[in-house]
Nanobody, 115 residues
Framework: QAQVVESGGGLVQPGGSLRLTCAAA????????MSWYRQTPGKERELVAA???????EYAYSAKGRFTISRDSSKNTMFLQMNNLNFGDTAVYYC?????????WGQGTQVTVSS
């Protein structure tokens, strides 16, 4: 019954692909911006990609050309297609859902890039 749940992480070889999914509760209303962050131990959580209610997106420099963010507003879901993964992409990926009154975080999904 969590408000925001991520899925799709896993172990992948360098150059491989993963598709992450963020599912916000169907009852959640007033969603404006949805975004993906990632974090490794000892480092601050950093923005990977974001998409607003109009479908406009932005990406971190390291994600441009490799990652694609998308959104299905009718189902309160968001996706992150990650291609050509490298070792630097290893992290816990978190979904953030910004509403008019509250900002929600998921518990994260682990992405590990290893040969």
């Amino acid at each position: 019954q969590a408000q925001v749940v991520e899925s799709g992480g896993g172990l992948v070889q360098p150059g491989g692909s993963l598709r992450l999914t963020c599912a916000a509760a169907e009852a959640m209303v007033g969603i404006n911006r949805m975004s993906w962050y990632r974090q490794t131990p000892g480092k601050e959580r950093e923005l990977v990609a974001a998409i607003d209610s109009n479908g406009n997106s932005e990406y971190a420099y390291s994600a441009k050309g490799r990652f694609t963010i998308s959104r299905d507003s009718s189902k309160n879901t968001m996706f992150l297609q990650m291609n050509n993964l490298n070792f630097g992409d290893t992290a816990v990926y978190y979904c953030r859902v910004d509403t008019t009154w509250y900002d929600y975080w998921g518990q994260g999904t682990q992405v590990t890039v290893s040969s």
